[in-house]
């Protein structure tokens, strides 16, 4: 669990909404810091850690089914508001006395909700307002010292409440974007029902942090893997920030870097913010274990096998100039990654591919793990950089991979593959930004396909490579849509490839979207 913030904050309690992160990320925008925690934590625990308010999630569940997720019923003694969003309000009514059924009308999709204008999570808001349903259950009685306080064409109990006891109850879903007024229904009840300020800031995170860090770190040194990427860029100015020259970074080169990568890390993280660094070159020792593979979960696996044997040595070599000090190591951890375990479904998700950023070092190093990101969600991550000074190529960069251009190169992975998707990806960064439709996007990147057609350059036939664009905008890298670029864009970057990189005849424009396709290719 995250160490607890001195601000204010509201617990949201999971029942395996696929809305809990969104959830929690809404009450943050409202400048209120909160925690997801499993539907199973004990009232005597959420009493320890004086939230100012509780959500209940939604939930695939219904109430009355034998083995549906119910929650501590003693939370709505503790004097603290509850809200309960679809699944949770059922839960609400359920537990309290009242009785929830299955409806004859199923509500899925846009709805028109009739609110009452003196119920507190409506302030300043119109009668009426467009709300997004996802329910097949129905609230026919409801507990006692409730009443309605909003209505749908299909749903007399819509909202309710218990405004005694600050209790209440939403069948709809304000954290997602088709409810387009949610998010200040969501702030009516954590600023004027739970009285929350807004002082969930990032500036008051990092002061908070470096202190935390202090105290943890003492007069030890930390180690911290640094590839260039938001997530760890933020965690080596933040640590620096915090404990100076007792950081030291270590940046792996494996080769399978984009154009300039290595030297640009280099000068921005030596140079311009004076962080200590070592840089250790594997290309050749990368390249030499990929050779001849061509299955894209064997790439993955042998690059984050080998990172570790690579970082390992590295650090022990660290840990050995002074075996005293160098006993922290410090991980780019961010929020949902914390959570995951918070599900209750149990079930793994299907392999879809290996999740491209490597796993944790063995044990067998014995670092104690500084994780300085791990309350934040990934915006929040981008608002410290700022606030430490990173540039905007930096915090707004777009997403890599961890396999870096491996999984970019569809097929055997060698030296000259690498140079041709390297110098179009090159290419592609330059023209998105220059028209300024990079930071319009999600991911803009280039693919080389094991693809060989006949072209004709000049008077000669050519029988050269295939360069696949791949351009999408998301929101979490969950769902994504390809992106419709202006023509001039797409044949100039087409145009640009064909001409300047050696051994390309043929641009594709892939306008597959994620599902059924994945953003990457590989």
Same mark, same amino acid.
């Given at each position: 669990?995250? *160490?607890?913030?001195?601000?204010?904050?509201?617990?949201?309690? =999971?029942?395996?909404?696929?809305?809990?992160?969104?959830?929690?990320?809404?009450?943050?925008?409202?400048?209120?810091?909160?925690?997801?925690?499993?539907?199973?934590?004990?009232?005597?625990?959420?009493?320890?850690?004086?939230?100012?308010?509780?959500?209940?999630?939604?939930?695939?569940? $219904?109430?009355?089914?034998?083995?549906? &997720?119910?929650? =501590?019923?003693?939370?709505?003694?503790?004097?603290?508001?509850?809200?309960?969003?679809?699944?949770?309000?059922?839960?609400?009514?359920?537990?309290?006395?009242?009785?929830?059924?299955?409806?004859?009308?199923?509500?899925?999709?846009?709805?028109?909700?009739?609110?009452?204008?003196?119920?507190?999570?409506? =302030?300043?808001?119109?009668?009426?307002?467009?709300?997004?349903?996802?329910?097949?259950?129905?609230? %026919?009685?409801?507990?006692?010292?409730?009443?309605?306080?909003?209505?749908?064409?299909?749903? &007399?109990?819509?909202?309710?409440?218990?405004?005694?006891?600050?209790?209440?109850?939403?069948?709809?879903?304000?954290?997602?974007?088709? /409810?387009?007024?949610?998010?200040?229904?969501?702030?009516?009840?954590?600023? +004027?029902?739970?009285?929350?300020?807004?002082?969930?800031? #990032?500036?008051?995170?990092?002061?908070? %942090?470096?202190?935390?860090?202090?105290?943890?770190?003492?007069?030890?040194?930390?180690?911290?893997? !640094?590839?260039?990427?938001?997530?760890?860029?933020?965690?080596?100015?933040?640590? @620096?920030?915090?404990?100076?020259?007792?950081? %030291?970074?270590?940046?792996?080169?494996?080769? !399978?870097?984009?154009?300039?990568?290595?030297?640009?890390?280099?000068?921005?993280?030596?140079?311009?913010?004076?962080?200590?660094?070592? /840089?250790?070159?594997?290309?050749?020792?990368?390249?030499?274990?990929?050779?001849?593979?061509?299955?894209?979960?064997?790439?993955?696996?042998?690059?984050?096998?080998?990172?570790?044997?690579?970082?390992?040595?590295?650090?022990?070599?660290?840990?050995?100039?002074?075996?005293?000090?160098?006993?922290?190591?410090?991980?780019?951890?961010?929020?949902?990654?914390?959570?995951? $375990?918070?599900?209750?479904?149990?079930?793994?998700?299907?392999?879809?591919?290996?999740?491209?950023?490597?796993?944790?070092?063995?044990?067998?190093?014995?670092?104690?793990?500084?994780?300085?990101?791990?309350?934040?969600?990934?915006?929040?991550? +981008?608002?410290?950089?700022?606030?430490?000074?990173?540039?905007?190529?930096?915090?707004?960069?777009?997403?890599?991979?961890?396999?870096?251009?491996?999984?970019?190169?569809?097929?055997?992975?060698?030296?000259?593959?690498?140079?041709?998707?390297?110098?179009?990806?090159?290419?592609?960064?330059?023209? #998105?930004?220059? $028209?300024?439709?990079?930071?319009?996007?999600?991911?803009?990147?280039?693919?080389?396909? &094991?693809? +060989? *057609?006949?072209?004709? #350059?000049?008077?000669?036939?050519?029988?050269?490579? %295939?360069?696949?664009?791949?351009?999408?905008?998301? @929101?979490?890298?969950?769902?994504?849509?390809?992106?419709?670029?202006?023509?001039?864009?797409?044949?100039?970057? *087409?145009?640009?490839?064909?001409?300047?990189?050696?051994?390309?005849?043929?641009?594709?424009? =892939?306008?597959?979207?994620?599902?059924?396709?994945?953003?990457?290719?590989?």
């Amino acid at each position: 669990m995250p *160490s607890q913030p001195a601000e204010e904050k509201i617990l949201i309690l =999971d029942f395996g909404s696929q809305y809990t992160q969104v959830i929690a990320r809404r009450v943050r925008e409202c400048r209120v810091y909160s925690e997801i925690l499993p539907f199973r934590t004990k009232a005597s625990e959420i009493k320890k850690l004086r939230p100012s308010g509780i959500i209940l999630s939604g939930g695939p569940a $219904s109430v009355y089914a034998a083995k549906a &997720p119910q929650v =501590d019923k003693k939370i709505y003694d503790l004097g603290i508001p509850v809200l309960g969003i679809c699944y949770g309000m059922q839960l609400i009514a359920h537990g309290l006395g009242g009785k929830v059924e299955r409806s004859a009308a199923r509500e899925y999709g846009p709805g028109q909700l009739q609110g009452d204008p003196k119920c507190a999570l409506f =302030d300043k808001l119109p009668a009426k307002l467009e709300v997004w349903n996802s329910h097949g259950d129905k609230i %026919t009685k409801l507990p006692a010292g409730f009443r309605p306080l909003g209505k749908t064409e299909n749903s &007399p109990h819509a909202v309710i409440g218990d405004t005694k006891r600050h209790i209440y109850g939403l069948q709809f879903h304000p954290e997602v974007v088709h /409810t387009p007024r949610g998010k200040e229904i969501l702030a009516n009840f954590v600023h +004027r029902i739970c009285g929350c300020k807004s002082n969930w800031t #990032m500036e008051s995170f990092i002061d908070r %942090t470096c202190r935390e860090i202090r105290k943890q770190v003492g007069e030890g040194r930390v180690i911290l893997g !640094l590839s260039g990427g938001v997530d760890s860029s933020v965690a080596a100015v933040l640590l @620096h920030k915090a404990i100076g020259d007792r950081l %030291t970074c270590i940046f792996v080169n494996n080769g !399978l870097l984009r154009a300039n990568e290595a030297t640009a890390v280099e000068k921005l993280f030596s140079r311009e913010f004076r962080i200590r660094m070592k /840089t250790v070159d594997a290309s050749e020792q990368f390249l030499k274990k990929l050779k001849g593979v061509t299955d894209p979960e064997r790439k993955r696996k042998i690059i984050g096998n080998e990172f570790i044997k690579v970082f390992e040595k590295a650090a022990r070599d660290l840990k050995k100039s002074d075996p005293g000090h160098y006993r922290f190591l410090a991980q780019g951890t961010l929020y949902p990654d914390v959570i995951e $375990s918070v599900s209750i479904s149990g079930n793994p998700a299907a392999l879809i591919k290996s999740h491209h950023n490597v796993g944790g070092l063995p044990e067998k190093m014995k670092f104690e793990l500084v994780e300085p990101l791990r309350q934040l969600f990934k915006d929040e991550v +981008r608002e410290v950089g700022a606030e430490l000074g990173l540039s905007k190529e930096i915090v707004h960069r777009q997403p890599f991979p961890g396999p870096g251009l491996a999984v970019r190169v569809i097929g055997e992975i060698t030296a000259e593959r690498l140079r041709i998707v390297r110098e179009a990806d090159a290419i592609v960064l330059e023209e #998105m930004k220059a $028209s300024g439709w990079y930071y319009k996007v999600w991911q803009s990147f280039a693919v080389l396909l &094991p693809v +060989r *057609s006949v072209g004709v #350059m000049g008077d000669e036939r050519t029988y050269d490579d %295939t360069i696949a664009l791949r351009i999408v905008n998301s @929101h979490d890298g969950m769902t994504a849509d390809w992106v419709r670029l202006p023509h001039e864009l797409l044949a100039k970057i *087409s145009a640009r490839v064909i001409n300047e990189v050696k051994g390309v005849n043929r641009v594709c424009y =892939d306008i597959s979207s994620k599902p059924p396709a994945t953003i990457e290719w590989e």
